[in-house]
């Protein structure tokens, strides 16, 4: 690159993050504007990069259509082919006999790398086949052998010696604003196969797989990670194919101060996303995750997850034994990180559940190493972590395992020592000597470092035992019966532990919300099932499980005070299936606006102040504005006359074949008689079961293409403010109440009355006042680096949203300003937006709780309003900014007043003073101070109220 072609320093990643602070909203995935620059501009270019790029290509599963204006034609074979005989051809490729697991590991990864939408469609509808060869155990053999296997990066590869300093930059080099789900190793532990350094990358490269196919994130906001700090395995260092960094191992001092680094920059870059640290050695895991803790969003799986999962099957092998938690005893064979996660989850939920206190739980758990039974009299030195399970109690120093099992008679044997087959017939029969079938569990991975096999087990035990192991074991048949061996996969927890925390957008992972994961997996096995030895459910319900895990979660970070949701949905399993991803076929901007419903995902230029649910919409003007008028009417519950709506809408039975269950769709009804807006329920073939003021509708489209609706029942979960709301309906509506009595049929009969003139998708209303409440302040027409200046147009559609979430009850105070010009009947703003804004003005004036208060400024500016609750500290806030004289100052460019109007309207200080240097403007820390004091004095009591001082939700 020529000197006169690089860009300047400053110009790359510090404009690129303020342009996209707005990106970062985690709770909100799959949006166009959350993708870089150059990932956007792959489709934009069109071309053959469309299908080199993974999370854009579809391969054959691009329509005529899109292929056509994508510029594909020709570079893919003609037929359209579905998704699911994409799958189904890669299903025949993977089940043929003479492959290894290892070639189909390769298959699934190199998919991956060409075509996430089919990869995840083909694990998340295998999920039972899939699991075992892109996690344990295949894993284990593709990490030996990655640098020989190697085709992709598939992640990030960073080095303690090239990168550090800079780990920060080089994060930024990743193609998404709004990373969510980060997995970190320095392939120090893989699994029980000791160091191996970089290929170590294989285990987060299956880890994210996972939280993707299993846990619901989306995959362009995943993230696999290695942390290269060298690597103490001479024979791999020496390997000529070896893909890392050919040096020894940092020592602590270094080491620690590099994931402090690292850390450190994960949480500047993607301050939301949680970071999960795997496979690290035992004494840095335990010491990392007391470092980062308190800092960032984290958690460790062998620890903690590992913890979680054999807590969930130990819960119900106690309930399968009728044995009370408080009375159970537990042997761990091993000592390590996982073993020591397991124990204090374990401790933890007794702790929580069983009413008694830490040192009563501990004092239940037996731990052992290669030493033997962890004591504080048998003479060596423990490290931190095993100290706390050393017995204190006179019991005597035991080494063999039979000898300790005797003695202790426990409920249950936990093995977490990598050692391989080291549990003998001898210590199985005296396990069952005291204690009715007891627990076996085996969880060291991969299989052949397990400490006894299935059929061992069931043999040994005469069939007694309680199995679970860590990687998948084949059914066992002795003496006539068959048994199904139980598998305690870290799967069944860290999905849903990661989903929920993310989507509770949680600061950081609690007790609480792991003793919350135990109880909802364990609740996920049927009585049925535990009869049946059957501790935990099938692979192949892992998404329902996940859901379920992560709905549990998010609930109890929201109860233990860590989350910063606003307020707790409705219902929590229902609000995090909504935010699952699924592989739909929308990659592209032109997939979305053939299927998509509401909005499609494009690329407009919006401001970092602009709310994130009006950024995902059509790339056209037209489109743009129109998608602004849908959400913000949403939101009010106002319709406005939408000629530009009419103009483009999509034919009825598209959108009934592409209705998604809990959408918003828009019914126009016929003879000027206004709109409803129905919630869909159920979608199935182009057949809508949808709900409005009390009724459950039916909708199809009949072979005229005129939708049809019937009564199908009542769902009186929506109010008839649907309807009573809607200017327009007035007169449809005394009609209708004159013939019918008031009995949950009336969307049905308006509907029969004046027919459906057309039916449009919108976003949901939960939806949006969810956005809304996450980020209550980005609703200004402040400009980014870049962004082109915004129109009289966007003025006056970002206020009418600002209005829209202030009459929805998600502001305290709004300020309206109806610039020079507006009153011109010439203006271009007279055909749609004048009429629209005038009627959100109409409600807000007619709102008993709402003050509306004028400025003193010059009338030569236009009229500036001032919205405020009538409640304290709102509407003394309303009647300063009113006082000062609210268009002057801003006109004259006061920081001071663009900083204390900006923060009392719950603007980010971010973005705001971003604003003031992009006019011109500076904003001293006297300043600064002042407008703090200035909050200060006019917040009256606001530790009582909903909004703090800065206009934010608390």
């Known amino acids: 690159m020529s000197a006169a072609t690089t860009p300047k320093k400053s110009e790359v990643p510090k404009s690129e993050s303020e342009a996209d602070l707005h990106a970062k909203e985690v709770t909100s995935p799959g949006l166009w504007k959350q993708r870089k620059h150059e990932v956007k501009q792959v489709e934009e270019h069109a071309g053959a990069p469309v299908i080199w790029t993974a999370w854009i290509n579809r391969g ?40 290894t697991d290892l ?141 890392g960094e050919r040096r020894p191992r940092l020592d602590d001092d270094e080491y620690y101060a590099v994931i402090d680094e690292f850390c450190q920059a994960v949480k500047f870059v993607w301050p939301n996303a949680l970071l999960q640290f795997e496979d690290f050695t035992t004494e840095r895991a335990f010491e990392i995750l007391h470092r980062q803790h308190d800092k960032l969003l984290c958690f460790n799986d062998d620890i903690q997850g590992t913890g979680a999962v054999v807590t969930a099957g130990f819960v119900n092998g106690m309930k399968y034994q009728k044995t009370d938690l408080k009375d159970a005893r537990v042997v761990f064979y091993g000592a390590g990180s996982s073993a020591v996660g397991v124990a204090d989850s374990i401790a933890t939920y007794m702790q929580h559940k069983a009413d008694i206190s830490w040192e009563e739980a ?40 039979e000898d300790i099992v005797a003695h202790v008679k426990p409920h249950a044997l936990i093995g977490l020592s990598a050692a391989g087959p080291s549990w003998p017939e001898p210590v199985i029969q005296a396990l069952c000597k005291e204690v009715e079938s007891p627990l076996v569990f085996p969880l060291s991975n991969p299989t052949d470092k397990a400490e006894i096999t299935a059929e061992k087990a069931y043999e040994f035990s005469n069939g007694e035992c309680v199995f679970a192991s860590g990687s998948p074991f084949k ?21 849903g532990v990661g989903f929920g925390a993310v989507m509770a957008k949680a600061r950081s992972v609690s007790d609480a919300m792991f003793v919350a994961a135990s109880q909802a997996l364990a609740d996920c096995v049927s009585e049925e099932q535990l009869e049946a030895k059957r501790l935990y459910p099938e692979i192949s319900d892992l998404r329902e499980v996940s859901a379920k895990v992560a709905a549990a979660v998010a609930k109890a970070a929201f109860e233990d005070g860590v989350s910063g949701l606003g307020k707790a949905p409705e219902d929590w399993l229902a609000y995090i299936q909504e935010k699952m991803w699924w592989p739909d076929g929308r990659t592209t901007l032109e997939a979305g606006r053939l299927s ?74 016929g003879g000027g ?29 009949d072979v005229a293409g005129q939708v049809t609706v019937t009564a199908a029942g009542f769902s009186p979960r929506l109010g008839d403010a649907w309807v009573k709301s809607t200017p327009g309906l007035a007169d449809a509506l005394k009609k209708v109440r004159q013939q019918q009595a008031e009995d949950g049929s009336l969307p049905s009969q308006l509907i029969a009355a004046l027919g459906i003139a057309q039916i449009t998708p919108l976003q949901t209303l939960a939806q949006f006042q969810a956005e809304v409440a996450a980020a209550p302040g980005p609703w200004c027409d402040g400009t980014a680096p870049g962004d082109a200046a915004p129109t009289e147009q966007d003025t006056a559609l970002l206020t009418a949203g600002e209005m829209a979430a202030f009459l929805a009850g ?43 208060l004028r400025s003193a400024a010059p009338q030569e500016l236009g009229a500036s309003l001032v919205l405020c609750s009538r409640q304290q500290p709102f509407h003394a806030w309303g009647k300063h900014l009113v006082s000062q004289g609210v268009q002057a100052a801003i006109v004259a460019d006061s920081p001071f007043y663009k900083m204390l109007i900006g923060r009392i309207l719950g603007y980010k200080e971010a973005n705001i003073r971003h604003h003031i240097q992009s006019t011109g403007g500076t904003l001293s820390e006297e300043v600064a101070a002042a407008v703090q004091q200035e909050l200060a004095a006019l917040s009256s009591a606001p530790a009582q109220l909903p909004w703090g001082p800065a206009g934010r939700r608390r």
């Open 60 to 99: 054959t599963n691009f329509s005529l259509e899109e292929r056509s204006k994508l510029r594909l034609e020709g570079l893919l074979p003609p037929v359209v082919e579905s998704l699911d005989l994409q799958a189904e051809r890669v299903m025949s490729q993977l089940q043929e006999e003479h492959k």
């Open 103 to 243: 070639q189909r590991y390769s298959i699934l990864n190199q998919l991956l790398s060409s075509n996430q939408t089919l990869f995840y469609k083909v694990v998340m509808d295998n999920l039972q086949y899939c699991a075992p060869l892109i996690y344990t155990p295949t894993v284990g053999e593709a990490c030996q052998k990655y640098d020989r296997i190697y085709r992709a990066p598939l992640g990030l590869y960073l080095s303690a010696f090239q990168h550090r300093g800079r780990f920060e930059q080089v994060l930024r080099n990743w193609p998404s604003h709004n990373v969510q789900i980060i997995v970190v190793t320095d392939g120090s532990r893989i699994l029980g196969l000791g160091d191996l350094g970089t290929n170590g990358i294989g285990i987060s490269v299956g880890k994210i797989s996972l939280y993707v196919g299993g846990g619901g994130f989306h995959p362009e906001h995943s993230l696999p990670v290695v942390l290269d700090v060298g690597c103490n395995r001479e024979e791999l260092r020496e390997d000529k194919f070896y893909l």
């Open 362 to 401: 501990r004092k239940r758990i037996y731990m052992v190493d290669s030493k033997g039974l962890i004591t504080t009299s048998r003479g060596d030195k423990l490290p931190e972590h095993k100290q706390k399970y050393a017995r204190d109690d006179d019991t005597k120093d035991m080494k063999d395992l």
């Open 475 to 495: 059914p066992v048949t002795l003496k006539g019966t068959t048994y199904e061996p139980g598998q305690a996969n870290n799967v069944f927890i860290f999905p």
């Open 596 to 669: 998509a419903p509401f909005i499609a995902r494009c690329n407009p230029r919006w401001s970092p102040w602009t709310p994130s649910c009006f950024r995902n919409q059509p790339r056209s003007h037209t489109d743009r504005q129109r998608a602004l008028r849908r959400a913000a009417t949403a939101a009010a519950g106002i319709h406005a006359n939408d000629e530009l709506a009419t103009a483009t809408a999509p034919p009825a039975a598209q959108v009934l074949a592409t209705a998604e269950k809990s959408q918003l769709l828009q019914c126009q009804l």
């Open 673 to 701: 008689g206004g709109t409803l807006w129905l919630e869909v329920v159920k979608s199935r073939q182009g057949r809508v079961e949808a709900r409005c003021c009390g009724e459950l509708l039916q909708l199809s489209v």
């Open 810 to 852: 998600l502001r305290g105070v709004c300020l309206v300003q109806l610039h020079k010009g507006w009153g011109d009947k010439s203006a271009s703003l007279q055909a749609v937006l004048r009429p629209w804004v005038l009627a959100l003005l109409q409600a807000a004036a007619e709102h008993k709780g709402v003050a509306m």
